[in-house]
């Protein structure tokens, strides 16, 4: 299987997280104590798509069934909307907790959105709305206003290292950290956590291929030669 779908995150521990206050909040929706349309904002590759998928499922302790709008600049409003109307008219599905609707790239909307948030606010607090979008201020204030906002951080190789070595290790894969870290600073000017799984797939493969120096791995002992044999150190 390939790694970056076996080690998709399946919880919160899995996610990179570095704001401590970002992981607390998260933490207090998927247990109850947060109930709240969420609007994720942040650069591309910044986990925002990931934990708006993953927030319903961890709420839910289940699979539940998402209703997603992929936004874009001339966004068919009414048709839109149609899919929505069971959830003020039924009540969406009664055996969830919530009913989830994931609104992706709101950012990109150039369309009136008048129509949607009226429907919206007829949800109460019977729906969660999360929304996406890479960039805040492109998105439109009333539409801000309605959303509680985590500004997601740009990810660096030192934030992505314990993942990555997590997943290493898990694969049997026992790499000093220095060697680890500078693989993925080859992609830290993209701070996309996609190019950091890309970069853990190559290493994964490489050591399949036995191309990475032995002087890597942790608990090798490698010997120093000197002239004096009774001299000779190991480190």
Known sequence: MNLIEKYKPKALSDLVIPNENIRYLLEDITEGAVVNNLLLTGT??????TIAKLLPKLIERDDPRIEII??????DVPKILKPLENIVMFGGISSQKYQYVIFEEIDKVKTNLALFWQMMDSWGDKVILIATGNSYMAIDKSIRSRFKVIEMDALTPEHFLDRAQTILKSEGINLKDDYVLNELKNR??????RKYMDVICDIHRHHIRGRISKS?????????ITKNPSQDLSI
């Open 216 to 224: 890597n791995y942790l608990g090798i002992r490698l010997t120093v």
């Open 188 to 193: 830290e000017s993209l701070s996309d956590i």
């Open 44 to 49: 591309q590759g910044a986990q925002k798509t």
């Open 70 to 75: 992929k936004g874009e600049a001339d966004i």
